[in-house]
Structure formats: C-alpha cells, structure tokens
C-alpha cells in the first residue's frame, strides 16, 4: 500500500500520545517515506530536538525499532527526521529557520496536523489558539507547499455533542451550532477573548484568576452553542475553518472515538497518559474508587491507539490528490460494541486475580464497585458520604477554634473537584449516540487488497475481543506505564 506514497511528510504536533505510534509505524514500515518534518514546540531548536529525543525515541513504544535497526537506528533518524521548532497557535508557524521553510514549502506533499490541547475545560484562549485559529494556521502553510496533495486533520468523534442515535460521518459547515443558536462566527470568538485578557490585564488580575477566568469562559461559550465542553467546541470549529478555508486540498478529517493502548503493535499494552475510561481503571485499581456514575446500557466507544494510526494512514493512500472532504469515525460502537455493563465486571475481574501493588508495597484489595446510574443517585451518594461528614467536621472545627481549618478546606476542595469532574464528564458516562462509520469500513476493501496488508494496517474493531483485550492488554499496560 505505501508504495504509492513515495512522498514527504510534515508532522505537526502537541502533546497526543498518538504522535508517538505515528511515527514509530512510519519509521518501521514504511520505507518510501523520504522524510518528516516533525514539528514541536520549545525555546530553540536544539531544545526542540531534545524533546524529540526525550519524548519520543526515549519511550519504550521505541523498543521494536531499536531491536530492528540497532545502532542504524541514529542514521535513519537523520535522514528520515527533521525537528522543527514552532508552534502552531502563530501564524506563520514560529518557523525561524528560512532555509528549512524552503525546503519544505518545496517539498511537503502530506500535512497530519494533531496538534490539540485535549481537557475538557482548557483555557478558552489556549483550546481557540490551538484547537480552531492553529488548524487554520497550518492549512495556510499547507496551502504554500508546491507539492501538497493531501491534508489530514485529526478531531474527534465527540464534536457532535451530546446526540443521540446514529451519528453520520458528515461536516460541520461555518456557524452551524448544535443547539441552532445563531451567531458563531469564530473571529468574534477571538475578539472576545482578545477583550477580556485586556480587561484582566488591566485591572492586574492573578494569574490564578485569569486561568479560571478563561476556563470558565470557554465553557460557557461552548454551552451556548449546545457543546458540553471547551475542547470538543473549539475542535468543532476546527473542522469549520479547515473545511471552509481549504479550496481544492484534498482534506481527510480523522474523527477517532476514546483512544486507548495498542492491540497489537509496536507490541500490545502500550499507553501513556490517562484519558477518560482510563481514569477509571486508574481509580479503582488504587482503591480510590467506590463507585462507577454511569448508565450500564450504553456504549463506551472505544479504539486501540493502533488502529486509529492504521486508519490515518489507508486513508491518506486512498484519498492523496483528490479534491475532496472525507471524514472517517475511527471507533467501535456500531459494529462491536462495548456496554458499560462491561466495564466494573472487568475491572473487578482484573484487580481481584492481579492485585496493585502501592509504593508501600502492599497489595491493594478492592470490592465490588457501587453502581451509580443516574445523577440523583450520584447526588445522594455525595451527600451521604461526603457532604454530611463534611458538615461534621465544620462543626467540630468550630468547636476546636478552627484547628481543623486546614483539613476542612482541603476536604471541602476534593469535593468541589469531584462535582466538576462529573460536570465535565457526565455527558460521556451516559452518552447514547453511536457513530455511523460506513467510510471507513469501505477503506478496508479499497486498499488492502492482500493478507499481508491487511496484517500490517489492521483497523477493523469487529475482530477485537473486548474481554481479552481488556484483561490481556489494556489494563496490565495501564498499570505497567501509568500507574
């Protein structure tokens, strides 16, 4: 399949533990690629390089192609690598270096852009300067590249909101809202975040104060357009402006599900990082926690982290030098779903056979988790065993002349921090949409015509096996690399 794409990559990049299966698969199958240009943000280029080194060759995901290369591993880093120091949210890309410009404006004919700042509640100027103004950014460099025939932005299935039923693989189009509110217009987005940093600026507020200033404005910007949170609002805008602004570039928009650890390759297991289902597993493997919020009917949508790199990559040999938009749900709730049901069973399955074991050294016992299915059970629980101790204690630290005051601030924090928790994530625990992903099964017949093809760029989720995944792989790599 690679062999039609004997061509250059330019890799753009914040911190997305995607980068890394990218460019190991790259650098391991895929021989015709002249180069990439990976580019990551630091001070200075040798700074930018480190990084490379330290946060990308240095994982263990690398180990695979060390034991394949050997000490070649330096020479083909040189000549397939070139670190770019930049950073997407400017406008010309914070490239420095004129001569390395050149040359890739001469000689880029693929663009991936994962830059991305994932929290649900982000720093709105932070998510807009990335997520939306930093796609568009990108597509304007893309847009002076001589030889470009292909543009892949990778999103996120989760830029539908809160829908329910079957949610088809189509675009969203400049000002379209969620909720039908009218007005979104994304310079007036800017203008408004450009004005309130002003006023902050001016009457000298912390830097305390203008973080949840701007968190708590991207929040209610996302709500008025009907999105749940900052991060998949200012994704959906970047699909708006890639799409609007693009003119004739072929563009691939990559909506991949929860993404979670390797099935298969560079070897199974590997994660970094704790997104979403994984903070759960994290939680209750530790002992921290007693009950799972959530409907038991619905579908977690899940896909292995290799899969999603495999989609990236058939898509791009498909649609190189056509001039369209195709967008590809990259998941797994319409044709191997994962009920949530699913999730304590195996957990509890996995912790009681293969206990954790803490920094004291001891193992850690956990019990059956308390199933939570609506907000009003979650809502009692709290105050059952949360915030009636919490009354207790503001009462004896009266009594004790505010010895305790430490202490009850503290508690009074963690709990302010688990109803904001749930805030954000509740439209997820009882998420009842399933994602349509007719494009991208057709990409299975279109390219991968032989065995070994199909071998190497696996995607299909209907063979995965969510118990034996589960208890095999994902959570022995979870407690392996992150907790």
């Known amino acids: 399949m690679m062999s039609k794409q004997d061509c250059v990559y330019l ?279 007693t009950c799972f919020l959530g409907d038991l009917n619905a579908v977690s949508d899940v896909m292995p982290a290799d899969m999603v790199v495999n989609s990236m990559l058939v898509s791009m040999a498909v649609q190189a030098g056509k001039q369209k938009e195709t967008i590809y749900h990259v998941g797994s709730s319409l044709r191997n779903p994962l009920k949530n049901k699913k999730l304590p069973e195996i957990a509890y399955h996995c912790f009681t056979t293969r206990p954790w074991t803490n920094k004291e050294g001891k193992l850690v016992r956990v019990r059956n988790i308390e199933i939570l299915s609506s907000m009003a059970s979650f809502h009692r629980y709290m105050a059952i065993h949360y915030l009636i101790p919490l009354k207790g204690l503001a009462l004896l630290n009266i009594v004790l002349c505010k010895l305790l005051d430490k202490s009850l601030k503290d508690f009074h924090r963690k709990i302010n921090f688990a109803f904001r928790l749930v805030e954000l994530y509740q439209p997820y625990l009882f998420f009842n949409g399933v994602f349509d992903d007719t494009n991208t099964e057709k990409l299975q017949g279109i390219v991968l015509k032989t065995e070994a093809e199909t071998e190497m760029f696996y995607f299909d989720p209907t063979v995965i096996n969510w118990d034996d995944y589960f208890v095999d792989i994902h959570v022995p790599g979870l407690v392996k690399y992150v907790f």
Request: glycine share 8%; charged share 25%; hydrophobic share 40%.
């Open 11 to 289: 890799r753009i990049q914040y911190k997305m533990r995607l980068i890394f299966i990218f460019v190991e698969k790259i650098l391991r199958v895929a021989p015709n690629v002249k180069k990439l240009y990976l580019l990551l943000r630091a001070s200075t280029d040798k700074s930018a390089t480190q990084r490379f080194k330290d946060e990308i060759l240095g994982k263990d995901l690398y180990r695979v192609l060390k034991e394949k290369y050997g000490p070649n591993l330096n020479q083909l880093k040189s000549e397939k690598v070139t670190v770019v120091n930049g950073d997407v949210s400017l406008e010309d890309l914070g490239l420095q270096d004129t001569d390395l410009e050149h040359e890739m404006i001469h000689q880029v004919d693929a663009i991936v852009n994962l830059a991305a700042t994932t929290k649900f509640d982000e720093r709105y100027d932070i998510a807009l300067g990335i997520n939306t103004l930093g796609v568009l950014n990108v597509l304007n460099f893309a847009k002076r590249c001589a030889k470009i025939n292909i543009f892949v932005q990778v999103s996120t299935a989760y830029v539908c909101g809160e829908k329910s039923g079957l949610i088809m693989e189509t675009p969203y189009r400049m000002g379209e809202t969620l909720n039908g509110t009218t007005g979104l217009d994304i310079n007036h987005e800017k203008k408004l975040v450009e004005e309130k940093l002003d006023q902050l600026r001016v009457t000298e507020a912390s830097p305390e104060t203008i973080t949840q200033t701007m968190k708590d404005m991207g929040l209610t910007r996302a709500r008025t357009y009907g999105w749940p949170n900052t991060y998949v609002f200012t994704k959906a805008m970047g699909e708006m402006i890639v799409g609007a602004k693009r003119g004739n570039l072929p563009l691939v928009l990559i909506r991949p599900t929860i993404i979670t650890s390797t099935i298969k390759e560079p070897f199974p297991g590997w994660t970094e990082g704790i997104r979403t289902i994984d903070s759960l597993g994290v939680g209750y493997g530790k002992g921290r926690l």
